[in-house]
């Protein structure tokens, strides 16, 4: 659908919504942002994170799981301070990696990460105030429920951007 440089000239745009992720308390150095833009056949997703934890080893994963969750608050308790989001977002019941909130990971590079992936599993309607969450490790995209990806260390509430007036 894009090109690199029409896809470089199009995120300068607004997004229709946005998410501005931050980290657990565990995970301070975490924040970033996540817009969604709205198209016809689908949304384009583009999500830019630092902080993320980075590994000194070789071999070392520092991939992401990362999914859209149906909660509305990044609230939670001591255990999970991201209880409140709920599971991932599946309108549809559907079997992970299926679920309408199963995103690609996140690719660390010395804890920064950018993604962009264009999907019509939902409309940026469907998700606005749900919440995008960061977990801890890989998404495996085989273990039910929800892919083994480990504690949620960031998230960010999903808003309408508000159109500016001229």
Do not use: W
């Amino acid at each position: 659908m894009f090109s690199a440089y029409q896809l470089s000239d199009f995120l300068k745009q607004q997004p229709s919504a946005y998410a501005n992720i931050s980290g657990s308390s565990s995970y301070p150095n975490i924040s970033g942002i996540v817009g969604f833009y709205q198209f016809n056949d689908g949304v384009l997703l583009a999500a830019e994170v630092e902080g993320l934890p980075n590994s000194k080893k070789p071999c070392e994963s520092s991939v992401f799981g990362f999914h859209i969750h149906e909660g509305s608050e990044c609230s939670g308790n001591a255990e999970d301070p991201f209880a409140n989001t709920g599971g991932h977002y599946n309108p549809n019941k559907c079997p992970h990696p299926a679920h309408s909130g199963d995103l690609p990971p996140l690719f660390g590079n010395q804890g920064y990460a950018f993604m962009a992936v264009f999907t019509n599993r939902f409309s940026v309607d469907e998700v606005i105030n749900r919440t995008v969450v960061i977990h801890a490790s890989l998404d495996d995209f085989s273990t039910q429920p929800a892919g083994n990806s480990g504690k949620k260390i960031a998230c960010g509430r999903i808003i309408r951007m508000s159109r500016l007036r001229s």
